[in-house]
């Protein structure tokens, strides 16, 4: 007697299959060290490491870089002692903080955020309006997860993340598009959504980093979403319906993210060692403006954190209004 066919994957089995894919490419040997030491530290917990983070690190010295993780643990209390830093991680996730640990490679660095399992899989999902965390998890990401405990819900989220994305994203390009136009799209709404003046190449560089991924996921978060695609060619999707057009939403995801980028990093100085030096590389890396940082500001983070940021905004504008050169 013939075998009983299996029922074919659903598109959103689709996506976790594709994300466990991605997650079992091994990880090179520093950050290995840096999560083994990080997880010794925090027992219990697991870890994502996402996107630019995995594709840049793989090509500098390990020394001289900061690699970038997400803590996720099973509850806040297992992080915290403080009643203060827990209500800070809830109310303006994440919390943000410095590790490094000796290698043969010499010092490696990170910094890692920290959220729990639960809190995680609200924010990557539609119950959050803004893109701060389902854009980026919407990249591939590799799950460290020594236990195996949370993984298959974190495999579900990171689905999630996917879907969120890409629905948000659909109203920003045609009814027929290209799925690395529908990603240049909303990675670009997402860096303006965070006061993040990135290279309008820095996103088409990223995509291209990650092979194969937008093409392998997008028709099946589409379908996910409720926007099959009615055809698919010679690289090109086509909807079966126009989605509704995302610009009013991306604008008011602009404006929430200047609130929210002022007030994550005012927190993130004072749980990140260095952390004002750390942001004003970051500023001046993905804008080209150099805020200084004077000595006081460093003894004193957070009064300082505001002055800091009023000099950004100034520099920014004014930049705004340089002339541009003539060609």
């Known amino acids: ?45 697991a870890a994502l490491f996402y996107g630019s983070g995995a594709s840049v690190s793989a090509h500098e010295n390990p020394a001289d870089i900061i690699f970038d993780f997400y803590l996720i643990a099973p509850a806040y209390s297992a992080i915290y002692r403080s009643p203060a830093m827990r209500a800070a991680n809830r109310l303006i996730p994440p919390n943000v903080f410095y590790f490094e640990t000796p290698s043969r490679f010499g010092v490696l660095r990170a910094k890692y955020a920290v959220l729990t399992l639960d809190h995680f899989e609200r924010l990557v999902s539609t119950r959050t309006f803004h893109s701060y965390f389902w854009a980026r998890f919407a990249q591939p990401t590799r799950i460290y997860d020594r236990a195996g405990a949370m993984t298959d819900r974190l495999e579900a989220a990171l689905a999630e ?36 003046a990135e290279d309008p ?17 997008t028709a099946n978060a589409l379908a996910a979403a409720g926007l099959a695609p009615s055809a698919e060619k010679s690289g090109t999707i086509t909807l079966a319906a126009p989605p509704p057009r995302g610009e009013t939403a991306w604008r008011l995801r602009a404006a929430a993210g200047a609130v929210l980028s002022v007030l994550r990093l005012l927190k993130g100085a004072q749980t990140f060692n260095g952390g004002i030096d750390y942001i004003a590389w970051k500023i001046k890396r993905h804008t080209g403006i150099d805020i200084g940082v004077t000595d006081w500001e460093r003894r004193h983070p957070m009064l300082g954190a505001p002055g800091a940021g009023l ?17």
Do not use: C
């Open 161 to 196: 993340a996917i879907i969120r994305f890409i629905a948000a994203s659909a109203g920003l390009v045609d009814r027929a598009f290209a799925p690395r136009d529908l990603w240049l799209a909303g990675l670009g709404a997402s860096y303006k959504a965070e006061l993040r």
């Open 201 to 217: 190449a820095r996103a088409g560089k990223l995509i291209e980093s990650y092979g194969d991924w937008a093409v392998d996921v």
């Open 311 to 327: 000099r950004y905004y100034r520099l920014r504008a004014h930049q705004n209004r340089a002339p541009s050169a003539p060609e």
């Open 1 to 45: 007697m013939n075998a009983p066919k299996s029922a074919k994957a659903t598109p959103r089995e689709q996506l976790i299959a594709r994300i466990r894919q991605v997650s079992a490419q091994p990880l090179s040997e520093p950050a290995n060290i840096l999560l083994d030491a990080l997880l010794e530290k925090h027992a219990g917990a």
